[in-house]
């Protein structure tokens, strides 16, 4: 069983929604982002999403455009990242996510892009510019190499579209939680459990949750409703708060996860409130 899969059926025989955990890779430089991986997978990330530094990430916000500008400043491009999923690979078998666009794929050819990644040890490509009526060969490499390949459906995708985005998908479904870019909000959509139902209708596969991510009510109310919670600007903060004193990451990384986990509590498969 490759380790998406195993990932989620461990988290759901424990009664819990996975936690997914988003990083830019070679934020603020290299040997600060591996520490920072280190320290999201010791403090309870199931899935680390590693964000492909790119010059111009249109579905980013403030906080995760410049971890990428910080990142490209350092030196960092696609072997680099490559060489810190081999690097994370040394100490951890928790499942790598790229966060990509597809100029970077399109760049270097689907076949390679996905052979090489698979190769260092990536598990799965969000490439988030792709929808999958032109993605038939880029879906068609990674599947040649037993790469999975993640989705994404947004509040304004057309129903229609549903069963079509989760043929594509192989890995997991990512639902946007609401409009716009990534970033941290203070209160999340209130019919999070009715658009996933209407997901998980066109696919068996799971159904994480993103974009605005914050605070533990926030993960806790996503886990009351989906397979998995997705993280990203909170945790990257972390770094941009740290940057005179890169020592001081790993630490802030792992009060912000303990608070956002509540001691494993927010992921529990709970009922919310308001449901019956």
Do not use: W
Request: one cysteine or more; glycine letters at 8%; proline letters at 5%.
């Amino acid at each position: 069983m490759d380790r998406i899969s195993a990932t989620f059926k461990k988290t759901a025989a424990e009664g819990r929604a996975a936690f997914v955990a988003y990083l830019c890779a070679g934020d603020p430089d290299f040997e600060t982002s591996l520490a920072a991986c280190r320290a999201v997978i010791d403090a309870g990330a199931d899935i680390l999403e590693l964000g492909v530094p790119y010059s111009d990430p249109l579905a980013d916000g403030m906080t995760n455009q410049l971890a990428a500008q910080r990142a490209l400043e350092s030196g960092a491009s696609y072997q680099k990242t490559l060489d810190l999923v081999r690097a994370i690979r040394e100490f951890s078998e928790v499942p790598i996510v790229f966060y990509t666009y597809y100029n970077l794929v399109f760049s270097r050819g689907s076949e390679a892009y996905a052979a090489d990644a698979f190769a260092a040890g990536v598990d799965g490509l969000l490439t988030l510019d792709l929808p999958p009526e032109e993605a038939g060969e880029h879906l068609a490499a990674c599947q040649a190499v037993g790469m999975k390949t993640v989705c994404i459906v947004a509040p304004t995708t057309d129903p229609k579209r549903l069963p079509l985005i989760c043929e594509a998908a192989t890995g997991f479904i990512y639902y946007v939680s609401r409009e716009g870019v990534t970033g941290e909000q203070s209160s999340m959509a209130g019919d999070l459990s009715e658009r996933v139902s209407s997901i998980k209708a066109h696919t068996k596969l799971p159904v994480v949750v993103g974009f605005g991510v914050s605070k533990p009510e926030h993960v806790r109310a996503i886990a009351a409703a989906a397979d998995g919670v997705v993280v990203g600007s909170a945790i990257v903060n972390c770094i941009a708060q740290n940057l005179k004193t890169f020592r001081a990451v790993p630490a802030a990384l792992a009060q912000k996860m303990e608070a956002l986990l509540a001691g494993g509590d927010s992921l529990k498969k709970t009922p919310r409130i308001d449901q019956p």
